[in-house]
């Protein structure tokens, strides 16, 4: 049993309330929530500093990992007191359960009261994982109008991409390209999504592209040795397939297995 807890046991409210914080501070959150469990049930009324205490145990169940109970005292306290810092680790939660629906309704809830370019950052991400690709275009161009943003940008031209406008997609990688041509993730999407349409001659232009950048990029000479392998040229596709596992892909095993092993 913590010291506090012990030396709590004829201790004010407030002073208990302290010696949780503390102990939440020092990510002691077993310690933090003996405490405001034992504050809670002494609380005569539910008024504010009721509802205060209940999203600290709140955070004290989350930072412990027990996401049902953190989200049933934090649900409570934004029924009755709602905040940005509740709501926020709210979304915290969500987002730790794969709750994307969820995350979603907060999130445009708190965007509509505040449009927070962090928060919209942050919806765009959950519009992805939903598959809400025109949803997130929107988001996305919207951000693009405050300052350009190399990531932003790329993932721009996947929406395009999964929203069958290829052309358009590669006119937002080659947009990327030209502002930040060190930005090495435009390359392997752009490689990865035209190697998924068997373009392989226009993947091959932005994996080379990318392996002037970063040669020894373990993903961009795998892609290499992938694209290689369909276009028929293995020994080529041989030694690139090498050095990427060399360079720590495990996916290449199975390729020089099949391809350049023999089989064996």
């Not at 009721?50 to 989350?62: D, G, Q, S």
Request: proline share 3%; net charge negative; hydrophobic share 40%.
């Amino acid at each position: 049993m913590s010291p506090f807890f012990v030396s709590a046991q004829s201790t004010s409210p407030a002073a208990m309330e302290v010696m949780a914080d503390t102990l939440v501070a020092r990510q002691d959150y077993q310690g933090g929530l003996d405490l405001y469990n034992k504050i809670l049930k002494q609380s005569k009324k539910q008024d504010e500093a009721y509802y205060t205490v209940l999203y600290k145990r709140a955070f004290a169940y989350f930072g412990l990992g027990k996401l049902d109970e953190s989200l049933t005292d934090v649900s409570q306290v934004i029924t009755r007191y709602p905040s940005p810092q509740a709501s926020l680790l709210r979304l915290s939660i969500y987002e730790q359960q794969q709750n994307f629906e969820a995350q979603l309704k907060d999130l445009n809830e708190l965007i509509s009261e505040n449009p927070d370019p962090y928060m919209i950052r942050w919806r765009t991400s959950v519009l992805f994982q939903l598959e809400h690709y025109k949803e997130a275009q929107r988001d996305i161009q919207f951000l693009l109008t405050g300052s350009e943003d190399s990531e932003l940008r790329l993932y721009l031209g996947v929406t395009y991409y999964y929203l069958n406008r290829p052309d358009s997609a590669i006119l937002q990688f080659d947009k990327v390209i030209a502002n930040d041509p060190n930005f090495i993730q435009t390359y392997v999407t752009a490689g990865s999504m035209l190697m998924e349409d068997g373009q392989y001659d226009a993947a091959m232009k932005y994996i080379s592209l990318g392996l002037r950048q970063e040669p020894a990029n373990a993903t961009l000479l795998f892609y290499k040795g992938a694209a290689l392998i369909e276009m028929k040229e293995i020994d080529k596709a041989c030694s690139c397939l090498r050095k990427a596992f060399e360079a720590g892909m495990d996916d290449a095993a199975d390729y020089l297995k099949e391809y350049c092993f023999g089989g064996e």
